[in-house]
Structures are given as C-alpha cells and as structure tokens.
C-alpha cells in the first residue's frame, strides 16, 4: 500500500450532486489535511486533523464537509458545488511533534470538475 | 501574517548542471519549519528537504542542498547535475505552530522547473 492513497483520482459532478472525496493513509501519523489546487493560486488549507479532531478550518464553505471517523481516514463531503470549486484536492498527513509538524506525505489527488 | 514568495514562475536549466529555485519568507514566529516539495505532471507532492529554524547547518538530501539565510529570511533550493526527471513544479513551504494548538502550513506560488536534454 502506497503512503497516501485518494480515491476517486478523477471526479465530475453536477452542481447539485453530492459526493465524497476519500482518504487513507498507512504511515501511522497523527495529523491529516486537506488541501485545494487551483491553477496558478497557492494551495490553499482547507482542514486540518489532528488526532481525529478537526483543528483548523480555514474559512471554507459549508458546501465542503470534512469526516475524519479515525487516525487514518479522512473524508470531504461535497454538496451543491460550484464550477469554481473545480480543483485538485490534496490529501496529505504528517507526523506532528510539538510546533513542528513535519513533513507532509501528498496523496496523488483527486481532480474534480464541477459542470 | 505568514507568507512565501517564489518570484520565478518558470526556469530552464539543461541537463547536469546546477539550478537554484528562490524562496523567501515571512514570519514573526521564533520555531518554524521550511520545506521543499517537487510535484511533476502526475499531480503528487513529493517531499524533497526540510530545514529547521534553529538547524546551524544546511540541509542536504542527495542533490538537494536548501540555502538557509535566517537573516534575509530565505530558503533556496539548490538541485546539483539536474536530471531531466527534475522537470516539475517546486513548492516551497513554511509551517509554524504559533502556540495555540493550530498546524499553519503554507506553501508558495511554485517554480516550474524544466531541465532541457
């Protein structure tokens, strides 16, 4: 098993589908984000786990709902999105230790276009 | 507020000799964390070095040296004799616990670094 797997690694959804985006990783870390890119912007944070408790939430909207139902499971819920949500969303996962918190470890992404 | 700048959207450099990519910084925090990430075409982040604010020295991971210059607040990568799989986006990132329990991790415009044969 890779370190950080995403799944679906491509997703197309109308506006007023619901679906989730998925993550897992295998490296016994502590801490999972997610992340969107979106052409020629800096990757933006969007949530923040640390041991299942979610710790930041980076002024996103309600349409994206985060689930972190363990140390290794990380789920976005989207709902009712808009076309400029369309993005590569980010999975990653660190090993946090006081104020550092380590090297993230990327999943491959999960590109999503919202027609 | 923290913030990276890479100011080189696009570099060429053919193929076994040196690039250096450019990142500055800006933070208040004492403790924080700079790091380098490559991403090719296929979309993964790839963590490449990682240097601490109170390391002494520079880091080194293989051809990957980063450039540490606290007091001007900059974090260059630097690839030796580059490959042409070197060919990828390069992010640089900061993190920084500023002591509220938060995980800030920022990352910059990137640098798309094309090695030419």
């Known amino acids: 098993e890779t370190g950080v797997t995403q799944t679906p690694r491509h997703l197309v959804m109308g506006m007023t589908n619901k679906k989730s985006l998925k993550c897992e990783q295998h490296l016994g870390h502590n801490a999972m984000y997610w992340y969107k890119q979106s052409a020629k912007k800096p990757l933006e944070l969007m949530f923040v786990y640390s041991l299942e408790e979610r710790v930041e939430n980076n002024s996103v909207p309600s349409r994206f709902s985060p689930e972190c139902p363990n140390s290794s499971h990380l789920f976005l819920h989207l709902h009712t999105l808009q076309p400029e949500d369309s993005a590569l969303y980010l999975c990653a996962s660190s090993q946090a230790q006081g104020w550092n918190t380590g090297e993230l470890f990327f999943g491959e992404g999960s590109r999503l276009t919202v027609l | ?117």
């Open chain 2, 1 to 117: 507020a923290q913030k990276i700048t890479q100011t080189q959207p696009g570099m060429f450099v053919q193929e076994k000799e040196a690039v250096t990519l450019d990142c500055t910084y800006d933070t208040s925090d004492p403790s924080y964390g700079l790091f380098w990430y490559k991403q090719p075409s296929s979309g993964e982040m790839i963590f490449l070095i990682y240097q601490g604010s109170y390391d002494q020295q520079n880091a080194t991971e293989g051809r990957y040296s980063l450039n540490f210059q606290k007091a001007r607040k900059s974090a260059n990568l630097v690839i030796s004799a580059s490959q042409l799989g070197d060919s990828a986006m390069y992010f640089c990132a900061m993190s920084a616990d500023p002591g509220s329990g938060t995980y800030k991790y920022i990352f910059g415009t990137g640098t798309r670094l094309k090695v030419l044969a």
